[in-house]
Every structure is written in structure tokens, then in C-alpha cells.
């Protein structure tokens, strides 16, 4: 996930991400949103750029914060069941309701696909299955107090993975649970929140490369987290707030990885992706805003210290492994200013800034890759830190709404790899900090309009959609003067756009399509033959395409069909892999396991039923 230059890293781990990924406001645990369940969701929010002042680390590029069902917000229920191509099942479930002083919510899912193709045909090893479910309950002894549990189980398993060797028996079990327990409260002019969590994230990768001698791999990772997050608003006056928190966390990550070589039966304990790691977290924030001018004109300010003790804890098939402490302190600030100019349109500015702390693993790590070579720790790495300014523009209008933005960011002291030797298998890299920085300026869109009311389409709404971002200038200035405008992972621009006719509550059509701008990427597939990749340290850039989708539904009664067709136009891209699944290959065929390149799904089709419960 790209917003603003920062990424999330591609194994989903949240602590080596720069995009936070939140649940209900507290840490998801995860940057892998497909492990979490959709049918628990009531809606997503995205804040854009740094965003560490309420939300800590990993918050450099923005926040994605999924905000769950419950009895609260959600009265009545559903049961949606779908079919389509490739063996496609699913069934979701969920229902909420009570009354003022009780209310209970609770939720299942299931869906299961089996290998999908592409236009270059079938991709072995890509079925999956899916599974979770959730329970919640809300007490309110008075309008003012609220006391909410909340409980979460959801994963992918068998979920087919082929990766950069292109391989047919990989695969994972990927998979959060998490428990919540909350109290909002109102006081006169005071408003109090405390939210204890507790989540368990665990990745378990069944990986190989049978072209490198080796039968399985299966790398096991898990984390555990035990959160508490207090918060207190001050309602001054009618044109003064005042914000302050306390966060307090624990986090445990444990890892264990075995290898098993072709034609052996006996398992090697081996230096798995990350080290272990225990961290205690404390951090103390406040956010001011404060109203002039009849209200036109909101002045805000944040700022947030940060204390976190992390202790590297041996890690079995880690040599000379050994507990280390390390300790670090990072303020983080946020201001700006919003100028409501009518009622229409308001302009804003501001600066903001966010760091992520090194792991255990890049302090330490010693581990083997999947495909050959070496990974090595630093114990002299900084945290990754990033600013940003931002000028924007909001226009609200009868059918028509605008949000654009321009901003520019700065990335100091990112944490990447350098390669520092060379063995049998592969190069030896080391992580390090980049020797400079990476710089973007930028613009956001998002924009809205119903034409129906232009075009004189009496009883339809004709809603169209654009939303998006395009980098002006995304230099890596800690790369050579060839690579030095080409900032890796970072899309130069993507955008969605919709098309969307309805009437009223009784059917409606939708066209949409995700266009991916140009990427930059040194791929981590080994090896290409030399018409796809003339050395090993080639940067690739992929092309932009379009992906379009087309979905419609009709009403009647309490239930709702609804069909769609994903990729209309059969589009053989996928968003990062350079090798696809299509002739002429550029894959070299003596490093495969089985297949010769990876593809998105090519078009297929869907059908399903929602029946609304009372």
C-alpha cells in the first residue's frame, strides 16, 4: 500500500511498514488487510501523511484505520452467499441489536477459491480458503457511559504462494485474533476513552525452492501485543479543545524456522526472517485546536514523545545470538491551519512528522534467504524519520465535492540493504540507512459529482468518482545519478475511477476502473535471462495499466441480487512482479519450481444473493 511515499512492507509485517494499518484506532497487528474479514467492516478511513503525533511509529506515509461492526452501529443484519469463477464460495454472515442499555453484535464468514487463470492461462498454486468470525457486546448504564468487548478471529489458510521462484506446493497460513475491551465516557465538557487490546498476528510460510536443493522451508512468526490506549478531550469553550493521551504497550514477536533439503527426512533449525524481539512502549501526546473569527478560521497543534525499551531476544538458529537492549526517544509535532472561506470552500495548511524505530532483526539479523544469499543486521542504524507539508483545498456543493491537496515529503534515514558481499548461493546485503534522502512532492484528488440533476435524468442518480494521487517529483537521493528520480515501490501516480447509475433503493449498475502509474523495482526475482534483465542489479520499471470491473445489482423486497465481471477487459498485468505468466518468458527456467511467471487474475465472473434480517 502506497500513500505519500511511505509503503507497507511486502510481507505485511506492521512493524517494518511506513503505512500504519489500524483497527477501531489500535494496531491492527498487520499490514495484510486480505487476512482480516470484510464482514465485519462498517467502514474504512484513510489519513494521509504522517501521522505519528496520535498513532506512534510506522505512521510516516499515513493511516488505515478499519472501523468494525457492532451493536452500536449496526442494527439488523445480513446473510450474503456468492459463487463464481474458479470454484468460487463464500457465505457471510452478521447481525446486531439490543436495546438502549444492551446490545450484541456477532458475525461469520467462509470463502474458498481454487486456482485462478490468467490470459496467459492457468496459475497453479493460487487457491486459497478464508474463515472468521466475531462477537461483540455493548453496555450502556446511561447515555453518558459506554463499556464495549469485543472479540475477533480471521485468517488465510492453504493460501497458495508462488512467489518469486514461480513455485506449484508453497503456501501459507496467514491469520489475526484480537480481543477489546473499551470505555467511552462523558463528563460536562469532558470526554474520557480507554481502550485495553490485546492481538495475536501469526504468519506461517510453507515456502521451498526445489531449484535450490530444498524440499521446505516453513518460516513461523508470531506476535503478540497487549495495548492500552487512554484519551482525554477537554471541550473549553465552544471555540477551544484540548487532546491528551497516554499509550502504553507490550509487544513479544517469537520466531522459529526449519529447512528440510530434497531426498532427507531429518529438519534443520536454521535463522528465520526476523529475530525475536520483546518491546515496552510508552508515549504521551496532546492536540490543541482553537477557533477564530466566527469559526472560520481553526488553528491545530499536536505533539508526541515517544519512549520505547526494545530487548533482542536470542533467537534459536541465530549464532552468537545474544540478549541486547536498545532505547529510544523520538517527538514527533503536527500543525496547521483551516480557513473556511464560504460555506462551500475551506483551505488548509500544515506540517506534520513520523518515524519508524529499527527492529531486532535489522539491528541482528543473520538469516539465509529462500533463494540464496545472506542477510546481515546493523547495531548502528537510526529510525527512519519523514516531514511534510501540506496546502489544500475542500469544496462542498449540492452534488459536487472536491478534496486536492499538494504536498511535499521528506524521508530521512531510510532503512535499506546494501550489498556487502558475494557467497555460493548469493550476494551477502546488510541493512543500513540510505546514505540521503527520498524527497516527493505530490498531489491528492478526490472528487465526486452526480450528474443526474445536469442531465435532466429525472429519478436516477448518475454518480461519478475520481480518486487518486500523482507524484510531481519522487527523488532517491541516495542513489547513483541513473536511479536517482526512479524512488523504488513508489507508484508515480494511481488513481480509481467510477461510474455509477442507480434508482432509488431498486437497481443500480457500476463501472470501475484502478489505474497503477509507473513503479520502479529491483526485482527480487532470481534470475531472469538477459532479454528481461541485463544484470542482477537492474531497477525494472512497470508500465501503468488499467483494471476495469463492472458490477450491478437489483432489489426487491429483502433481497438483493447482484452480479459483476472482475477485469473486463482480461488485463494480463500484475501490479509488481516483472516476470509474468505469459510467452515469450523472461524467467530462467533453471531457477523455477514449476511455473514461469506470475499474473493477476485474468476476467472472471460472480454471482450472489444479500437477504437484509430484521
Known amino acids: 500500500i502506497n500513500i505519500r511515499g511511505g ?10 511498514g511506513q503505512v500504519l494499518v489500524l483497527v477501531d484506532g489500535r494496531r491492527a497487528g498487520t499490514a495484510n488487510i486480505s487476512k482480516l474479514s470484510k464482514s465485519d467492516l462498517a467502514r474504512v478511513e484513510i489519513l494521509r501523511g504522517p501521522s505519528s503525533v496520535i498513532y506512534g511509529s510506522q505512521a510516516l506515509g499515513g493511516v488505515i484505520n478499519l472501523i468494525t461492526r457492532d451493536g452500536t452501529n449496526t442494527q439488523g443484519g445480513a446473510l450474503n ?21 444492551w446490545k450484541l453484535f456477532g458475525s461469520a464468514s467462509y ?37 464495549e468487548l469485543a472479540g475477533r478471529a480471521a485468517g488465510v489458510y492453504n493460501a497458495g504462494f508462488r512467489g518469486s521462484s514461480w513455485d506449484f506446493d508453497n503456501y501459507d497460513d496467514r491469520y489475526n485474533r484480537s480481543l477489546d475491551l473499551s470505555y467511552i465516557g462523558e463528563f460536562s465538557k469532558l470526554s474520557v476513552s480507554s481502550h485495553l487490546y490485546k492481538v495475536e498476528d501469526v504468519e506461517d510460510f510453507f515456502w521451498g525452492s526445489e531449484a535450490s536443493g530444498i524440499d521446505l522451508d516453513n518460516n513461523r512468526r508470531e506476535l503478540n501485543i497487549l495495548g492500552l490506549r487512554n484519551s482525554l478531550r477537554a471541550n473549553i469553550s465552544a471555540y477551544t479543545s484540548v ?91 503536527s500543525a496547521g491551519v483551516n480557513y473556511a472561506l464560504t460555506e462551500s470552500w475551506s483551505l488548509r495548511t500544515g506540517v506534520a512528522s513520523g518515524f519508524r524505530a529499527p527492529t531486532a532483526t535489522e539491528y541482528a539479523a543473520d538469516f539465509e534467504l529462500v533463494l540464496g544469499g545472506q ?73 465526486s459529482f452526480n450528474l443526474a440533476d445536469n ?14 494521487s500523482y507524484h510531481f517529483t519522487m527523488n532517491d537521493e541516495g542513489e547513483t545519478d541513473l536511479n536517482s528520480d526512479k524512488l523504488q515501490r513508489i507508484y ?87 516476470a509474468l505468466n505469459r510467452e515469450p518468458y523472461i524467467s530462467d527456467p533453471t531457477r523455477s519450481n514449476g511455473g514461469r511467471g506470475n499474473s493477476l487474475p485474468g476476467r472472471n465472473v460472480y454471482i450472489g444473493m444479500r437477504v437484509e434480517l430484521d
Do not use: C
Open 7 to 16: 509503503a507497507t512492507d511486502g510481507q505485511g509485517r506492521d512493524f517494518r
Open 81 to 101: 452467499v456468492e459463487t463464481g469463477s474458479w470454484d468460487k464460495q463464500s457465505a457471510d454472515l452478521y447481525y446486531g441489536g439490543g436495546n438502549a442499555t
Open 111 to 147: 470463502a474458498s477459491q481454487n486456482d485462478y487463470e490468467s490470459a496467459g492461462g492457468k496459475m497453479k498454486n493460487t487457491a486459497w480458503d478464508r474463515h472468521g468470525f466475531s462477537f461483540g457486546t455493548v453496555y450502556s448504564p446511561s447515555d453518558s457511559h459506554r463499556f
Open 243 to 333: 487532546l491528551i493521551g497516554l499509550d502504553v504497550e507490550q509487544s513479544k514477536l517469537e520466531n522459529s524456522r526449519e529447512r528440510r533439503a530434497l531426498d532427507s527426512h531429518s529438519w534443520q533449525v536454521i535463522a528465520p526472517f526476523d529475530n525475536n524481539q520483546d518491546e515496552t512502549l510508552y508515549a504521551v501526546y496532546g492536540e490543541a485546536s482553537q477557533s477564530f473569527v466566527n469559526e472560520r478560521v481553526t488553528l491545530r497543534a499536536g505533539a508526541r514523545h515517544t519512549r520505547s525499551a526494545q530487548t533482542s531476544v536470542p533467537t534459536q538458529g541465530v549464532a552468537d545470538a545474544s540478549e541486547n537492549r536498545e532505547q529510544f526517544h523520538y517527538s514527533t509535532y
Open 375 to 447: 542477510k546481515l543486521g546493523n547495531p548502528d542504524l537510526n529510525p527512519e524519520n519523514s516531514r511534510q507539508f501540506e496546502l489544500g483545498a475542500y469544496f462542498n456543493g449540492d452534488q459536487n465535492v472536491l478534496d486536492v491537496a499538494l504536498f511535499s515529503t521528506r524521508i530521512e534515514d531510510r532503512i535499506t540493504s546494501d550489498v556487502v558481499g558475494q557467497t555460493d548461493s548469493g550476494s551477502i546485503s546488510r541493512y543500513v540507512n540510505s546514505r540521503d534522502n527520498a524527497e516527493l512532492t505530490g498531489i491528492d484528488l478526490n472528487h
Open 455 to 468: 442531465l435532466n435524468l429525472n429519478g436516477l442518480s448518475l454518480l461519478s468518482t475520481l480518486s487518486g
Open 492 to 578: 508515480k501516480y494511481q488513481f480509481s475511477a467510477s461510474l455509477d447509475v442507480s434508482q432509488s433503493d431498486v437497481w443500480s449498475v457500476s463501472l470501475q476502473g484502478v489505474l497503477r502509474g509507473p513503479v520502479w523495482y529491483q526485482t527480487e526475482e532470481r534470475l531472469l535471462i538477459p532479454e528481461g534483465e541485463p544484470d542482477s542489479n537492474w531497477v525494472h520499471q512497470k508500465e501503468p495499466f488499467w483494471v476495469w470491473n463492472l458490477r450491478g445489482s437489483y432489489q426487491f423486497a429483502r433481497y438483493r441480487l447482484y452480479s459483476g465481471i472482475n477485469n473486463l477487459f482480461d488485463k494480463d498485468e500484475h501490479p509488481l512482479f516483472i
